[in-house]
């Protein structure tokens, strides 16, 4: 089991180096059929990893975004789940682009009429084959290093919603600097969506505590809920909470 995905993404590795490749090379280069690349490119494609075509397979991410969901994909998993459980029937919410954020539809199977607004292109793939989520995709620039859309638009379309939570993404968190991202466009992002929501739920894996990022988003005064993962280092998760935050590991 474990070889077999290591070979997928070593797989996706290669096309993301040379996406030229055919099956036929793939096929010599990893020592397996050409029955058994296609299997695998076809499982990918599932994932909205790759997109098939004739000989080969072309990613449909930006290298940055598929280096992203390789780390912690276990941590951002449990994470993500503890998030969608927060989730009610029938009950509108934002979520912000982010590789872990982008997998809370995928815990929603089962739910009846969620509303999610996003301006995640990530999240697409999960969302489409579950007839209980209705997404709306706001506009705005289209950045593949991050699959958000970001800019003016995106702003204006965000104020028009009023929803209950916003699950928000992040690539720090310290008690003086607050809750930051990499990105100033994706921090302006999360903090319309806090102000939009009643309720602000902040999803990051255990390796951004302790972590400034590049552009400000809000204090930790503004977060009502931290999900993180076991392995958060104990004397941060003990700061954060000291401020207020009701912190939940998974």
Known sequence: MTKKLSRKQQLLDALMERPELSVGELSQRFGVSEVTIRSDLKALEVQGLVLRQHGGGLPTLHANV??????????KSRIARAAAELIADLEDIMITAGTTTSLIPRFLLGRQGVNIVTNSTLLLPYARNNPG??????????????????????????????????????????????ITADSADLADACRRMSEQARQTIVLADSSKLGRAGFAHIMPLARIDILITDRDAPANQVARIRKAGVDVRLV
């Open 66 to 75: 598929s280096e992203r969901q390789r780390a912690h994909t276990e941590q």
């Open 133 to 178: 989520v209705l997404v709306t995709l706001t506009g705005g620039e289209f950045r593949p290093s991050s699959e958000a859309l970001t800019g003016p638009a995106t702003m204006r379309e965000l104020g028009q919603f009023h929803v209950a939570k916003a699950f928000l993404g992040s690539d720090g968190i310290t008690v003086d600097k607050g």
